[in-house]
């Protein structure tokens, strides 16, 4: 790759350990080794998060899952990101980044390994928010350790230009690394594999640094978030039978009690998983709104579309998973060469371009589910797939310049996190207002709708987040 040497640091004999947030036996540091090893890994974690989503019918059969509860076998991975991101991003960066990295690979190589062999929702549930912790640590990490090898600003463009295609390079390849095998139970077993395999190849190459804080990881933190973010998603999910009943609405209010907790927390913590003065400045706003408005937009309707498709369409697997990559593919063939707009488009321009064609994309899919032809969804998916791409490449970017550089795996915690709060919170509304009708086509249009809106709410927010003179 050109360009990547004149990022390598100086050996340890020219700067104190302390000076360049490394100890003497890891430098100097290897740029590529670093890139190829995050990006296969992120890769493999994303692949591992989109595997299930066009084998949901069949896991759903499998483990006699109601249609109500589809929604946590897609949210589990989404929840145990959005809730450990930002302890994952604080732990890498106070305790060393490559260490969160392996310890988080290992942990997702077993874990994914562990879920071919569910026998239950509940189990299977469990062992996707364990999945979920783990790509958590693997995605904190992976932008510190890069923003660590890459020290110029050209270096992480490129570095980070090529993160976020990977990360649309596995949205592409897990449905169909699914929809290939014979089953999603091996589906997992292979997935859980190849984490184990790159966690291997990662001891030797990759080198340490951190950016130590002092004090303890913000523990109190971690579970208020956790537990408001189930607690959000519960209600949610329970809404599609009533928004008005009593379960969803003190589910409702217990998820605003505890964030208004967290938030108390975090004032007091010595150290915070997320610096809430960061909340002042609208480059840091216009990232999180970014992950936020991806999530709940981009993600929730794309995580169910293959399912519904599947359902409406009568499609297989492997078909639904070619249709898919449509999208995920065109998607990653743009976010990897978004790096090449970013001298001539700000991220955060980019970002609200993105949001206006996914908005373009599924006004075009209204009617399509229940036309009866997959060809309809093309031109949807095609613009959908230009749209997500522009995201993916931007966001990573936006995520390490709106902190300060010694705090980048925290910067890139807290956008993922809003991204995959986003997710959860999606995606248990895309399958509440797609299953609220009696016809699912129907019911598919006003999520659709939904989706829209929101996505136009994103890039009117983005744009609106401007730093001031």
Known sequence: M?????????????????????????????????LALTSAATAVTLMTYTAPMVTLPQTATALHTSVSAQAWLLNGTPLGLAALLLVAGSLADDYGRRRIFLAGTLALGLTTALGAFTTSTWQ?????????????????????????????????LHATGVWGAFVSGGIAAG???????????????????????????????????RAPRGGRPDVPGALTFGLALVSLVAALTLGRDGWLRAPVELLLAAAVLLVAVFVAVEHRAGTPMIDLGLLRHPRFLASSAGGLFTGLAVIGTFSFLPALAQQTLHLTPMSTAWLYLFWSGLSFLVAFQVK???????????????????TIAVLTMLGALASGSWTRLLPGLIVGGVGSGLLNGALPLLAVESVPKERAAMGSGAQQTFRYIGSCAGVALTIALATSSGALAHGADIALLVSAGLAAAGAVSVLALRERA
């Open 124 to 156: 299977f549930t469990l062992a996707r928010i364990a999945q979920g912790a783990a790509s958590a640590a693997i995605l904190a990490s992976s932008l510190g350790l890069l923003v660590a090898a890459f020290p110029t600003a050209r270096g992480r």
């Open 2 to 34: 050109t360009g990547l040497d004149s990022a390598t640091t100086a050996p340890a004999t020219t700067a104190p350990a302390a000076v360049r947030g490394t100890t003497a036996r890891d430098a100097p540091l290897r740029p590529r080794a670093t």
């Open 340 to 358: 090449h707009l970013a001298g001539r488009i700000a991220p955060r321009t980019q970002l609200a371009l993105g949001f206006a064609l996914h």
């Open 175 to 209: 449905p169909l690394v699914a929809g290939a095998l014979p089953s999603w139970r091996v589906a997992y077993a292979v997935l859980g594999a190849a984490a184990l395999l790159v966690a291997a190849l990662g001891v030797r190459p990759l080198q340490e640094s």
